[in-house]
């Protein structure tokens, strides 16, 4: 199968300053951009960077966006795996799928982003009815995981880590938990959503309790109906 059709080239430009985290993670990512900036300064002390990364936690709270910024702020392309492809019903072509993906993104020195990788990294449980094709390619990621070259960067994001077989979760030198936003952060994220529209449009009811990316649908859909109105009303006064 062509690269083309296992990867999705996003190319949105995505800021740090875009992503919302708790100054725990903050923490976390800019040490790890850190270190990809200074690699080879680190290589002459033989110490190893961080350049297998798995984030995990709640649907909608900002790990894809934040691989994306990750990239960004790295100068890196980034290459999503594409599950819709990747996954083939022959026996070995989803390993050699994914080995290809891989080997373009090592060859690169890009970030290779595997979102849902609960999907590919599944426990090698002996009830599953697909036990022997779900081991092969456990265990030809474990190989690929291992091999990666320092100067790439590997990310993978889940919503469902307790599912994912222990030796790759073992392979991820970082960790970092992604969780519901409180009441502060959400607030700050619902005054950037609005401020680029005039201050008529910015009034809206800010739900809290929900991730990042329900906030944005929420807000977007109160702009969208004050802004309906508004327009109505002009075209009733005409």
């Known amino acids: 199968m ?47 960077v961080n350049n297998k990364i798995l984030l995990q936690g709640s649907s909608g709270c900002g790990k894809t966006t934040t ?23 022959r026996i070995g072509e989803t390993s050699q799928n994914i080995k290809q993906v891989f080997d373009k993104a090592a060859r690169t020195k890009s970030v290779l982003f595997l979102d849902e990788f609960d999907q590919i990294g599944k426990e090698r449980d002996s009830s599953d009815k697909e ?29 469902h880590p307790e599912i994912i077989d222990s030796a790759l979760i073992r392979r991820f030198q970082l960790r970092i938990n992604f969780e519901l936003p409180n009441d502060e952060v959400l607030s700050a994220y619902y005054d950037q959503l609005v401020e680029g529209f005039p201050k008529d449009l910015q009034s809206i009811d800010r739900k ?20 309906i109105g508004q327009l109505v009303k002009k075209v009733v006064v005409n």
């Open 67 to 89: 691989a994306k910024a990750i990239a960004n702020a790295l100068g890196k392309p980034i290459f999503i795996l594409n599950l819709s492809t990747i996954i083939c019903s």
């Open 131 to 159: 036990v022997g094709e779900m081991r092969r390619l456990v265990n030809t990621l474990i190989q690929l995981i291992d091999y990666y070259p320092n100067d790439a960067l590997l990310i993978s994001a889940t919503n």
């Open 208 to 227: 809290m309790g929900i991730s990042f990316a329900e906030a944005k649908d929420h807000a977007l859909t109160q702009v969208k109906s004050n802004l």
């Open 2 to 48: 062509n690269i083309h059709d296992l990867v999705i080239r996003d190319k949105e430009a995505v800021s740090l300053e875009d992503v919302f985290l708790n100054q725990e993670n903050q923490n976390h990512i800019q040490q790890l951009i850190k270190e990809h900036q200074f690699v080879d300064e680190l290589s002459k002390y033989n110490l190893p």
